[in-house]
Nanobody, 124 residues
């Protein structure tokens, strides 16, 4: 049973930065892809970024490319999302997700495990 716990959300001014963390437990994650998604009120849950646990290959949504960076700490089973140059449209609940052998996928249905989410609010 994969367990994912996000932290690090909060309120930030436009142009500012936040770092989200996702603590993963319950499995060996060597074959997993870890992802971040976000969902604003009244909107669908959108892909943000993902990383292959083994090798560290990454891919991003176009809307965050160049501003957000996903990384992982193998020793601590933690995935991070560094968010810079935040915009009001980045405000959402951010979810950590995990899926096996799905590198390249941006689909929520491919990620079988989800955290509870952490709120990010960006003031203009």
């Amino acid at each position: 049973q994969v367990q994912l716990v996000e932290s690090g959300g909060g309120l930030v001014q436009a142009g500012g930065s936040l770092r989200l963390s996702c603590a993963a437990s319950g499995r060996t994650f060597s074959s997993y892809v870890m992802g971040w998604f976000r969902q604003a009120p009244g909107k669908v849950r959108d892909f943000v970024a993902a990383i292959k646990w083994t090798g560290g290959n990454t891919y991003y949504a176009d809307s965050v490319k160049g501003r957000f960076t996903i990384s992982r700490d193998n020793a601590n089973n933690t995935v991070y999302l560094q968010m810079n140059s935040l915009k009001p449209e980045d405000a959402a609940v951010y979810y950590c997700a995990a899926g096996r052998r799905i590198y390249g996928s941006r689909l929520t249905e491919d990620f079988g495990s989800w955290g509870q989410g952490t709120q990010v609010t960006v003031s203009s």
